[in-house]
């Protein structure tokens, strides 16, 4: 198929021109994507420090009682702070999934699929450009991450 081919053209174009002018196959400088990252970086490490503000904001709130309003009011409180905890754990992830982008980008391996190997693809990167594994390989972890919590 005619698309297929062209997408192929775009990445070799890519390869060949991260070894001259180091532009990555995602079509952008590494100085424009570290920044890029570096940025979302920071972005994050804010959220998470929000979260953490409204958890801590929560606990100092929540006292103990017995009458019906106290448990009603605890098991409010321990839903909000089990939201922030989701929201700091996605974060987290996120910020890795980051770092390695950057390690990547130092050791010239930026843009490739950490499990097969192959490049990332232009389109996927520039969507996300801490992407550190293709479409195919990420699809297939999400599956057996959501396999694995159902057998939980
Ligand atoms: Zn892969």
């Given at each position: 198929m005619r698309p297929t081919i062209s997408v192929l053209a775009v990445q070799q174009k890519g390869d060949a021109m991260s070894a001259v002018t180091e532009t990555s196959n995602c079509g952008q400088t590494s100085q424009a994507i570290r920044e890029r990252l570096a940025r979302r970086r920071e972005f994050l490490l804010s959220d998470i420090r929000a979260h953490l503000r409204e958890a801590l904001h929560v606990t100092e709130e929540s006292d103990p009682g017995t009458g019906d309003l106290e448990r009603a009011t605890e098991a409010a409180h321990e839903e909000e702070l089990a939201l922030n905890i989701a929201d700091v754990e996605r974060d987290s992830d996120e910020l890795s999934a980051i770092k390695s982008a950057l390690d990547a980008l130092q050791a010239g391996?930026?843009?490739?699929?950490?499990?097969?190997?192959e490049a990332i693809g232009a389109r996927r990167l520039s969507l996300n450009?801490?992407?550190?594994?293709?479409l195919a390989c990420a699809s297939e972890r999400e599956h057996m991450a959501a396999a694995a919590s159902r057998r939980r």
């Open positions: 391996t930026y843009g490739l699929c950490l499990d097969c190997g450009p801490a992407a550190t594994r293709c």
